[in-house]
């Protein structure tokens, strides 16, 4: 997801400071140039100490830095245009945007997914340090709940605990989506959107999954990674006593949304429908462990 440092995404002669509090994770991944071992946030200090000290800036008038710059601006545009699109089903950008605009800056993120925790990254902003956990540069799935409840069980201790809100994939969900039982046993109130498109990746329509179980058995006609349309995830959460909601437009998004947020009694989940074509914008750079499929 990353690519470690490694030409084309970096320059090939990129020189990599690694920070690390384990002397054997150096130069795991790449030769880093500089190993300094220690807590980041000590060393990070340390080094914002020198760099003060004899008043160095980077010059923002650089090459590198209006690339940059350019390149950021683009992706915003991208973005902006996805994410305004007033279309129904919606796409992952406009659930994306207005889930954004209520999700309070003190709020602990938890995405997983696919194109669910890809997009996510760019859209859903961490205003704090350690209020963001996923799966990391592995993609690993099934363990957004665990963490959910995880963090949630540590706010619960607080004298001002913040809100838990795990995005998630409709695919991811189902590797530990019983897990709602235990927000429900337990009261914590964790907040679950599931981005709903039928599908790992991409999905069936209902209409078009219709037509096709009228042909004959789905298992030979139905695409492997297809997943059963407009499945009722809501209703897995009030079966348990949460709040459960189903959602197919902005208006519905929000209000559950806030609904979700003035609860602190119990969990609850947002099914949301978008479109099962729905896909994140085109990538420059393919994962590194891209399939040979």
Known sequence: MLHFGLPPRFYPHVKIIQVDLCAEEMGNNVKAGVALLGDIGAIVTQLLTCVRKDGWKYPSNTEWWGTLSEKIAANAKISKALALKGTLPMNYYTVFHHISQLLPH????????????????TML???????RLDAGTFGTMGVG???????????????????????????AFGFSGMEVETMCRYNLPVIIIVVNN???YSGVDPDTWKEMAKMGDLTSIAPPVSLLPEARYDEVMTAFGGRGFLVRTTEELRDALQL????????????????????RKQQEFPWLTRSSL
């Open 106 to 121: 003190d709020c602990i993120i938890v995405s997983e997914g696919a194109n669910t925790m890809d997009i996510g990254r």
């Open 125 to 131: 902003n961490n205003y704090l340090p350690r209020h």
């Open 145 to 171: 709940l665990g963490f959910a409840i995880a963090a949630a069980a540590v706010e619960r201790t607080k004298i001002k605990p913040q809100r838990v809100v795990c995005v998630e994939g409709d695919s």
């Open 198 to 200: 039928n599908g790992i």
């Open 260 to 279: 979700s947020l003035d609860d602190w009694e119990r969990p609850s989940l947002l099914n949301v429908l978008i479109d099962p074509s729905s896909d």
